[in-house]
């Protein structure tokens, strides 16, 4: 079936660390992922996304990368600030591409 | 620049009210939709709509319903409220249902809901 999840709920770095965070999912035939950052009290905020036919995708600070062969993307965030501090989730579309199926987040915790 | 607004932000319910949740947004997008966040759940859609006149149900619908009878507001209605929907309702929109970097999906700032 389809589900999206992250290896680690929480993720705990020191300013200026690079932090990666961690997405496994299930259906092979997912084309199509997006990373979202959701600050405490706000709704989540799209960052980055990657198709399939890509496997390295690049923005500030941050880069995507998706292993198709072992179903797995991840999240590197470069210079990790306290402003990084959020929970992160990644999503891919459902099968009929109608709607986004999120996984469960994983909260990163940046101190000084 | 309001984006999607969601009211009220914070509402209390007894077990067996009704109420609706409001979302209005002023981009003119076509599809919107509507999550609940729940403490180690992750987003969880409920309904969505791509287009005014035309809804359809996500993955957890049940004691849920919406309306888009315009392209801006897509109401959720809890019609008979129960504990199990204590949640924090998230709504948003975006141009199409595959969002990407040129068009993103904007999200509202949350209902926080509780049922008691």
């Known amino acids: 079936g389809e589900s999206v999840g992250l290896h680690l709920p929480t993720l705990s770095v020191q300013e200026g660390d690079n932090s990666i965070i961690n997405c496994a999912y299930s259906?092979?035939?997912?084309?199509?992922f997006i990373w979202y950052k959701q600050e405490s009290g706000k709704g989540p905020q799209f960052i980055i996304d990657?198709?399939?036919?890509?496997d390295k995708r690049q923005g500030q600070r941050v880069t995507v990368l998706l292993n198709k062969t072992v179903k797995h993307l991840s999240l590197q965030i470069a210079a990790t600030q306290p402003g990084d501090s959020a929970v992160y989730f990644c999503?891919?579309?459902?099968?009929?591409?109608?709607?986004?199926?999120f996984g469960k987040g994983t909260t990163l915790s940046v101190s000084s | 620049n309001a984006g999607v607004t969601q009211t009220p932000k914070f509402q209390v319910l007894k077990t067996g009210q009704s109420m609706t949740l409001q979302c209005a947004q002023d981009?003119?997008?076509?599809?919107m939709s509507w999550y609940r966040q729940d403490p180690g759940m992750g987003l969880r859609l409920i309904h969505y709509?791509?287009?005014?006149?035309?809804?359809d149900q996500g993955e957890v619908p049940n004691g849920y319903n919406v309306s888009r009878s315009t392209t801006e507001d897509f109401p959720l209605r809890l019609l008979s409220a129960a504990p199990s929907q204590t949640s924090v309702y998230f709504c948003?929109?975006?141009?199409?249902?595959?969002?990407?970097?040129?068009?993103?999906?904007?999200f509202g700032d949350g209902t926080r809901l509780s049922i008691l």
């Open positions: 990657i198709r399939s036919n890509m």
């Open positions: 981009m003119n997008h076509e599809y």
């Open positions: 709509s791509v287009g005014a006149g035309i809804t």
């Open positions: 999503a891919d579309l459902n099968q009929a591409g109608t709607a986004l199926i």
């Open positions: 259906n092979s035939a997912s084309d199509y």
């Open positions: 948003a929109s975006s141009q199409n249902s595959v969002p990407n970097s040129n068009q993103p999906q904007h």
